[in-house]
């Protein structure tokens, strides 16, 4: 994030004179408590000064680079998680790209009969079967998908920093969410790359500073 010049020179006197109460940050800068408000609550709240009640301001002595990096290893894959959209393995692939276009999707997840996550189906998958001039409706996209065991799959309490390394190790769009059942793993939730973006951006915002 970046600090205005009177952040910086409240940082300044804060780690000069620390532990120091508003009223006397205030005095320093011939400004009124009022004003500072707002400066004082962000830099508290992105972790640069602590706030004591009754002692008054103390410089943390935390880096910027610190500071970010505690924030992002708070995001988990919950707080982010999207909608997944699920395809039975007998659906044909002509169905599976209906599907993709009218969800507006990119990667499908597909399940058995107990709703168990089988395989995985990406664009490519799919344009990749469309290049032959078989007949789309015969063909299921259990013949075509990458199946288990070779799914990457994250947890809800994993970190979306986690989930972004694999997404990186693997060279893949998205991971689907899951949750151990007796049957297998059921799928309740999708990262992608989409979602990693939104994290990101949701680190510039104020409450997240
Ligand atoms: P695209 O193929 O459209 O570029 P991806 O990069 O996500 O999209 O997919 C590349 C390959 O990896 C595809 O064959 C796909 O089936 C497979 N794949 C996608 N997601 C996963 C995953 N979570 N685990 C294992 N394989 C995956």
Partial sequence: MELSKRQERIIEIVKDNGPITGENIAEQLNLTRATLRPDLAILTMSGFLEARPRVGYFYTGKTGFELITEKIKKFHVQDFMQIPIVVKEEVSVYDAISTMF??????????????????????????RASIGQQDLNSIAVHIIMTRMP???????EDLILDVAQKLINKQIDGLPVVKDTNAGLAVIGR???????????ELTKENHV
């Fill in 150 to 156: 070779n799914i990457t799959v994250c947890r809800k």
């Fill in 102 to 127: 009218l969800e507006d999707i990119g990667t499908l997840f597909v399940v058995n009969e107990d709703s168990c996550l089988t395989g995985v189906l990406s664009r490519k998958d799919l344009l």
């Fill in 191 to 201: 990262v992608t790359k989409t979602t990693i973006t939104k994290a990101f951006v």
